[in-house]
């Protein structure tokens, strides 16, 4: 069995790197986070992400979404006013 301690403290790193606003990181943990259903670390990957969003990556974040389901990037990159939103 998994110690919780390892489960939070790896969590807690996890969040931390997010935090940094590494891009590239955020999407590969929020790729794993689909895959092992935990929700809630999903959608700040996605909030980091939309902070990012940017004319030259407006596509790739739609794809993103597309191929993992993820509401919030979904919208935001197909709105037709992304303005408010964009880098």
């Known amino acids: ?10 969590y807690c790193i996890i ?8 891009i590239e990181f955020a999407v590969n943990v929020m790729v794993v986070a689909d895959q092992l259903l ?7 990957c ?3 992400i939309v902070s990012q969003l940017t004319l030259d990556n407006v596509t790739q974040v739609y794809q993103l979404a ?6 919030q990037l ?8 992304t303005s408010a939103y964009l880098v």
């Open 1 to 10: 069995a998994i110690d919780i301690k390892v489960i939070f403290t790896v």
């Open 15 to 22: 969040v931390c790197c997010i935090a940094a606003h590494d």
């Open 38 to 44: 935990m929700s809630r670390l999903k959608q700040i």
């Open 46 to 48: 996605e909030s980091l």
């Open 66 to 71: 597309s191929t993992y389901n993820t509401l």
């Open 74 to 81: 979904k919208v935001i990159s197909a709105s037709a006013d």
